[in-house]
Every structure is written in C-alpha cells, then in structure tokens.
C-alpha cells in the first residue's frame, strides 16, 4: 500500500513569500507527477505574473478565499470564493487581486511540470538575483511556458 500524505495548516513548502505567497502542498511526488498542487496568497492590490502561455501543462485555479480577477486573452473575469477556472495548455492567462481583501487560491498543475518554477524563483531571491519580468520570463521558458505575446501553437 502507498502511502498517504497528509498537509496540515502551515505545511508545505514555501516557494515565495511576500505580497504573494506561494505554499507548495503537492510537489508531484506523491502523484507520480502527474499532479503539483500550491496554494497562492494574493495580498490587496497585488498583480500576478505578466500573461503567459503553458505548452506542456494544464493550470487549475480554485478560488478559497475573496475575489481574484483573470485575465485571459483580452478577456477580464472576476472570480469569486468557489470558482474553479481551467487554464487549458496554450491558453493565454494571469491573475491578479485588485480587491482590499487578500485572495488565497488552490493551483494545480497536470503534470506537476511547472512547480519547480516556484522553486527556481525562490532560489534567484534567496540568492539576491534580480527578479524583474525579464528574469520572469526567463525562468518560465524552463518550463515550457513563454509570454502570451511569444508563443506559436503548433
């Protein structure tokens, strides 16, 4: 029998902190990679990384708490607690809280492809190095994923 991995309040691992907190509760070993699930603090006011596309992954978002707005494409929604927002491979997306009150959600990654991104970023700010959008951008192409503006289906 496998075993079973339990995460409790404060668990995890913590790939970012600050205005946004990233707490990677499933890093993909469990699930033999086929799953990667973080949960992401939004402090008020706070944008989320620039638009982007993934090529080798889907991206799942369950709003917990408060109200998160996505961008897809030229499209706006904002989603509030119990919304769950499916980000298909080369969808164009971000997120972002423009709200007074921090929005926490639960992000999943089929396959767990894209959470050693997190940890990369967490390595470049323990590590002192710049993490402007290019230095972003930088680390997402790692992981299969580019900037909206960049990526070409096939």
């Known amino acids: 029998m496998a075993d ?5 309040p404060g668990g995890g691992e913590i790939a970012l ?23 992401i603090t939004i402090a008020p006011h706070v944008g989320g990384p620039p638009q982007h596309r993934h090529a080798e992954h889907d ?5 917990v708490s408060g109200t998160a707005r ?25 997120f972002a ?22 940890r990369d970023l967490h390595d470049m700010i323990a590590a002192g190095q710049p993490v402007a959008p290019a230095d972003i951008v930088r680390v997402m192409a790692r992981y299969a994923t580019v900037p909206a503006s960049e990526y070409a289906p096939s």
């Open 97 to 118: 809280n423009v709200t007074d009150e921090p929005v926490v959600l639960l992000n999943t990654f089929t396959p767990d492809l894209y959470v050693q991104y997190f």
């Open 59 to 63: 991206e799942g978002f369950y709003v």
């Open 4 to 8: 079973v991995v339990i995460v409790g």
């Open 17 to 39: 902190a600050g205005p946004v907190q990233m707490r990677i509760l499933e890093d993909g070993s469990t699930t033999s990679h086929r799953l990667g699930i973080g949960e």
């Open 70 to 94: 996505f961008t897809v494409g030229d499209q706006t929604y904002d989603a509030p607690a119990g919304t769950l927002v499916m980000v298909p491979p080369g969808a164009p997306h971000t």
